[in-house]
Nanobody, 116 residues
């Protein structure tokens, strides 16, 4: 069983910053990539950023230059630091972890709301 606990969402004004955290626990041996995705009602869930166990990162164009993904392997935690937030960043943000066997798990989601 894999458990993902997300935190750090909330309400922020446009131009502000937030840091999301996602801590993984349970059967997390051979965990590989960790990442953040987001979803707004009526739209598909989309990638925000991912980071591999080796530290390679990938960002959506919409957040590139405004967001930084990082991970603490000792704590099995991934972070997403977001700055210069825009109203269009409003969404439910989901943490996802992927294992070496390609199985993946989602967190429960955390709401981020950016007011204009």
């Amino acid at each position: 069983q894999v458990r993902l606990v997300e935190s750090g969402g909330g309400l922020v004004q446009a131009g502000g910053s937030l840091r999301l955290s996602c801590a993984a626990s349970g059967s997390i041996f051979r965990m590989n990539a960790m990442g953040w995705y987001r979803q707004v009602p009526g739209k598909q869930r989309e990638l925000v950023a991912t980071i591999t166990s080796g530290g390679s990162t990938n960002y959506a164009d919409s957040v590139k230059g405004r967001s930084t993904i990082s991970r603490d392997n000792a704590k099995n935690t991934v972070y997403l630091q977001m700055s210069s937030l825009k109203p269009e960043d409003t969404a439910v943000y989901y943490c996802r972890v992927t294992f070496m066997n390609s199985r993946y798990y989602w967190g429960q989601g955390t709401q981020v709301t950016v007011s204009s």
